[in-house]
């Protein structure tokens, strides 16, 4: 890929590909314990009460009736962390299947692939957990600096529900998994760059619409292939509010963004792009490369050969790609953002559904209230 200069002030290289500038970012402060991000947002009140915004009051009576406690899923099941390693997980598409004679896994045997899988795990289940706790924080920004009464009021249940999705993510990898990971260094950065912002919508632009649109699609690709029971209900149960949290964003963003002028758009955009390539630089896994003690360049570039790799990569982004057309923000000014989004090989999910409407189909815990009621 040709350098591109204008890319470097908002993504920190000119080449999006760079490895070495990618690998070059790393967590160097895995042993602390307390991380501290300055937020200058203003809190504001507002003395408007009426209920002006009725596709939100719709969300925030949904969320009062899907609330669901953690204590009840099948936390009795015993999990066998190998054979659902062994089951799982290929979602890196870097498997024994490819010839890998140049690379640094051709000497692994099963062993070692095992190894690898319950690894691959552990970093993606934790990653999950920090990026909730991302969630549950800006969300409680969220209640503080949006002017409006219905979003504070929608606002409040999500931070409940964040608070759950925290909880189960962390009892599962507590209780059944061995081996949690630091938080990830591109998705620190992004999360610090979502709360530092002190313009609300900017909150929900990082968090409901880039970091929650690729939860719902990884969740859903991760409930798909699991056959861990105790996994698979916890999956499905938190895509009933994630995709809640997404319509949320969309509904919100819409109303604010008819009142923007190009040049606020054209921000908007550059931070969607912002976000698109931090979370898919995470995604290079580089902490389990590390910690199986391959050199982490060379396995990197030897994944991104695997055939399914960028399948698996863009559909991370089946559901951001058309929520940010449904915003507006892929065609508007020059079609910046299409032009990255093509680049990053995401666009041809513009016309996917998007979610302003599916989180009532989405919602599994008020399916299995009514089958218990009746
Ligand atoms: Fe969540
Ligand atoms: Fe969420």
Known sequence: MTANPD???????????????????????????????????????????????????????KAKTS???????????????????????????IDESMDLSDTPFAKWGDKEWLEFRMESQ????????????????????IVETVPWIDAKYYAATQVMDEARHVEVFARYLDTKLNGAYPVNAHLK?????????????MTYLGMQIMVEGLALAAF??????????????LLRYVMSDEARHVAFGVLSLQEYYAELNAAEIRERQEFAYEAAVRMRDRFMQQETWERMGVD??????????????????????????????????????????????????????????????????LDEVAKDKEASAS
């Open 67 to 93: 609330q669901w406690n953690a204590n009840d899923l099948p936390w009795d099941i015993e999990v066998d962390q190998e054979e659902v390693a062994r089951n799982n997980m290929n979602q890196n598409g």
């Open 7 to 61: 890319l470097s002030a908002i993504i920190g290289r000119d080449d999006v590909n760079d490895y070495d500038a990618i690998l070059a970012v790393t967590n160097t402060s895995v042993d602390e314990v307390e991380h501290r991000v300055r937020a200058d947002s203003d809190a504001i009140f507002t003395w408007d009460y009426s209920r002006s915004r009725p596709a939100l009051v719709k969300l925030y009576e």
């Open 220 to 233: 859903g690709f991760l409930h798909t292939m699991t056959t861990e029971p105790l996994l698979k209900k």
């Open 189 to 201: 950065m992004l999360l610090d760059d979502i709360i530092a912002d002190n313009r609300w919508d």
């Open 296 to 361: 982490v360049k060379e396995a990197v570039k030897a994944m991104q050969q695997a055939p399914e790799r960028a399948l698996f990569q863009s559909m991370l982004f089946s559901k951001i790609v058309p929520n940010c057309k449904k915003l507006g923000l892929i065609d508007a000014g020059d079609g910046w953002l299409r032009e990255r989004f093509t680049e990053l090989g995401v666009i041809g999910f513009e016309d996917w559904t998007d979610t302003a409407e599916e989180y009532a189909l």
């Open 122 to 141: 552990n970093w993606t289940l934790s990653q999950f957990m920090h990026g909730e706790q991302g969630a549950l924080m800006c969300t409680a920004q």
